[in-house]
């Protein structure tokens, strides 16, 4: 019922439903109001007045005592008759007031009020005794009267005015409590209503805003789908009001839209099948979309045209007939398109050709990487075989070197029994030296001995001479001693003979001694220096020791790198052999190229393109020059890459390649 | 040969010492010679000819002492163990007197006979021929003979006396 009404009478009932609570709410409000102010109006305007009233005769009563108290003792009289008869003339116009206000229901009330008024009267009439005894000077009795039956009134009556005060108090009391339970019932009754009220109105503006919004929040998304680029949507209506006509007219739109986009889409699916024929049918979309329609129609058509002569040209194209063309003018890209085509075709046509020729540069550079490689297998086992000698030579180093330690050690132990030896020889030549020079000592000794025998031959000599002259001298008697002295003087000279003879035995003796104490000398002289070359030596070997050592430390370092290089080389080797392996497939694939490159019709342009790329070529024929100069250089850069692409292979010696340069 | 030569040269017959100077055998007649001693020490003279050397004491007798190489003009030589003083007699006015003369080395006593004797060569002969008596072939050597009266003039002689 209410989901076909309209928007506006859709609000109505809410906002209805709001307004009706709101008067409930206003009505009660004033209605519960207005008692309060029936009741705080009846309590100030009655019972405050009665209690006020109350309160000023009790005060006016107590300045009347007072005032007679100050007459009883002497005071100004006219001024304290004054306050009297003022006090009197107020009590008067309050107590009337009082009565007027009187609650006549009321019975407390009157039997209190009653009380008061005869209270009042018994003390008037004191008042009026007392007056005579004041008029009359009458002192004594003033006192008397006044200290008994005057005061006793006086206090009834003011005991009546605060009974009655205290009623009045009273009532005000349950007034003021009669106002807040008034008061607090209306709360409660408020707030009742204000929350059912609001229940209601929630209730009601939830289910009209649901109502609203829902529809709304659909076409909302609808919209934003179709922002989006979704065409596929379904739309019901299932409400007459605004709503539903916004969502009719929407669906109305999205099948237009879709309509389109399905025509569109069998369109771009019948190119995309490579049907260029179809087309959409103008006569089933309105306005606008008719004219796009046309448009599409029109692009197709823009576009088969060129694309059929494309198709011509790429199919000769396909056939190897690379001197194909388009040759219709075409308007805007398609004339870019159709020069990039033919662009294209000259470009594939003139890199056929230096594919041609670039195969047999090719065919020829892998003629020589071929020779290369083979030539490179040939000098990398010719360089195994060297290695396998240097590491058989270095063996035997290793072993001589092993050797020469071993002499250098029995070579020492040689020297130390040298040392010994020499000092044994050294202390041989001393006692030899000592007992030359006895020998010279002793020749000399004899040597002394000699001369003595030959002074005493020359001495025997002269004498036998004289002896002889004297004999001469004797004449014939003399004969006879003559023959005597002439044999003393052949005893003297033999004796002078033998002593000579003797002499020069010993001179050659002493000689002798001097010469062999010389040699004796020199031979200690040799023997120490022969000491100081055996330490000279055993130092000597004692380093040739130490560079044995050095040299076996040395020689195992030069066999791990020979190790190394022998793997280096057993790689070059299997290098090469692929290497050429590979160029002599380079080579096959080469000529498989050529004849691929030689089916397709290209010659036409043939010389000029080839002209074109002389220098290029010109290049290529220099750098296969420097290849063939340089094969051994290659293959060393060949070997070198190899090395450095496992660095983690390096042996761990301190400098490998400073080693190698070494042994260079 | 002359007759008178053949005299004079028999009349040298007799007894020589024989003794060397510079290698060449000399020989005095054993008549003139008073006695051989080994060189002892002698007393230099001053002012005297250079071929005095000086005095010797013999047993008490002051003799001058004569180098005969330097007499005869000879190098000198240094004396050794066998360098020998030959101490002669010479008959002067004034009485007997005794010169030493030096000598290298004193041989042998020979007796030479006539057949042995040769006169003074002409030549050959490094002395002055004044000295030399006659030459004597004795045992394949060649002694010269020297004439000792010869060997000093009576000037010389009592010079060499003053040196005494």
Known sequence: ?664 | MTKKEIVEASSHEGKYLTFNLMDEFFGINVERILQIIAIPDITQIPKTPLFVKGVINLRGKIVPVIDLRLRFKLPEQEYNDRTSIVILKFQTEKGEIFIGIIVDKVIEVLDIHKKEIENTPTFGVELDTKFIQAMAKVKNKVVTLIDVGNIFTDTELIQIQKSK
């Open chain 1, 1 to 664: 019922m209410l989901k076909n009404a309209k928007i506006g009478a859709k609000l109505s009932v809410g906002f209805g439903i709001l307004i009706a609570t709101v008067i409930v709410i206003s009505t009660m409000t004033i209605v519960a109001f207005t008692k309060v102010n029936e009741e705080v109006i009846n309590l100030v305007d009655v019972n405050l007045v009665k209690l006020n009233n109350a309160s000023t005769i009790e005060s006016l009563v107590k300045d009347q005592l007072s005032a007679y108290k100050s007459i009883a003792l002497g005071e100004d009289y006219a001024q304290n008759r004054r306050i009297i008869n003022n006090s009197i003339s107020t009590n008067n116009s309050e107590i009337e007031s009082i009565s007027k206000l009187l609650n006549p229901e009321n019975r407390e009330e009157a039997a209190l009020w009653t009380t008061f008024i005869n209270a009042r009267t018994a003390f008037r009439t004191a008042m009026t005794i007392m007056d005579g005894y004041i008029e009359a000077g009458d002192e004594e009795n003033i006192l008397l009267y006044g200290g008994n039956e005057f005061t006793k009134r006086q206090t009834d009556y003011i005991s009546a005015v605060m009974n009655f005060a205290d009623f009045q108090a009273e009532n005000m009391n349950s007034a003021g409590s009669s106002i807040e339970y008034t008061i607090q019932k209306s709360i409660y009754s408020f707030i009742f209503i204000i929350i059912l009220g609001l229940l209601v109105s929630i209730t009601f503006a939830v289910i009209i805003t649901k109502m609203i919004t829902k529809p709304l929040t659909e076409c909302v998304d609808i919209a934003q789908n179709i922002g989006s680029g979704y065409t596929d949507i379904k739309i019901s209506v299932d409400s007459k009001d605004e709503t539903g006509l916004l969502k009719s007219a929407m669906k109305n739109m999205v099948e237009s839209i879709q309509k389109m986009y399905n025509d569109c889409v069998i369109l771009s699916k019948a190119a995309q099948a490579g049907n260029m024929q179809k087309r959409i049918n103008a006569s089933n979309h309105e306005n606008d979309f008719a004219k796009l329609v046309d448009g599409i129609n029109g692009i197709l058509d823009g576009v088969v045209y060129p694309m059929k002569e494309t198709m011509e040209v790429m199919d000769r194209i396909a056939h190897k007939d690379l001197t194909a063309r388009i040759v219709t003018k075409y308007p805007g890209d398609f004339e870019a398109l159709t020069n990039n085509i033919n662009l294209a075709a000259q470009t594939l046509e003139e890199s056929l050709i230096q594919v041609d020729m670039a195969v047999e540069q090719i065919s020829a550079a892998s003629n020589e990487i071929s020779s290369g490689s083979q030539t490179l297998a040939e000098a990398t086992s010719e360089q195994a075989s060297s290695l396998e000698e240097i590491s058989s030579s270095l063996e035997e180093i290793n072993s001589l070197t092993g050797n020469n330690a071993d002499n250098a050690k029995s070579g020492l132990k040689l020297a130390d029994l040298a040392v010994l030896a020499v000092d044994a020889g050294n202390e041989a030549m001393e006692k030899m030296n000592n007992a030359m020079e006895a020998i010279l000592k002793s020749s000399q000794e004899t040597g002394k001995i000699l001369k003595n025998i030959d002074e005493i031959a020359f001495q025997t000599n002269l004498l036998a001479l004289n002896a002889a002259v004297e004999a001469a001298h004797a004449g014939d008697a003399g004969k006879g001693f003559a023959v005597v002295a002439e044999e003393v003087k052949n005893l003297a000279l033999r004796s002078a003979e033998a002593a000579k003879n003797t002499n020069d035995l010993i001179d050659e003796a002493t000689r002798n001694s001097e010469m062999g104490s010389r040699i004796v000398e020199q031979v200690t002289k040799s023997f120490m220096e022969m000491k100081d070359q055996f330490n000279k030596v055993k130092s000597i070997v004692n380093e040739i020791s130490a560079s044995s050592d050095e040299q076996a430390h040395g020689v195992n370092q030069i066999n791990t790198g020979v190790n190394e290089m022998n793997r280096v080389t057993q790689q070059n080797a299997a290098n090469a052999e692929e290497s050429a392996s590979a160029a002599e497939e380079l080579n096959s694939q080469a000529a498989e190229l050529k004849g691929m490159v030689g089916s397709f019709n290209i010659s036409k342009k043939h010389t000029a393109v080839g002209y074109r790329y002389t220098t290029q070529n010109q290049k290529a024929l220099n750098v296969t020059n420097e290849r063939r100069k340089t094969p051994t250089q290659l293959t060393y850069q060949k070997s070198q890459k190899a090395y450095e692409a496992k660095p983690e292979t390096l042996l761990p010696l301190d400098s490998l390649d400073d080693d190698f340069d070494d042994f260079k």
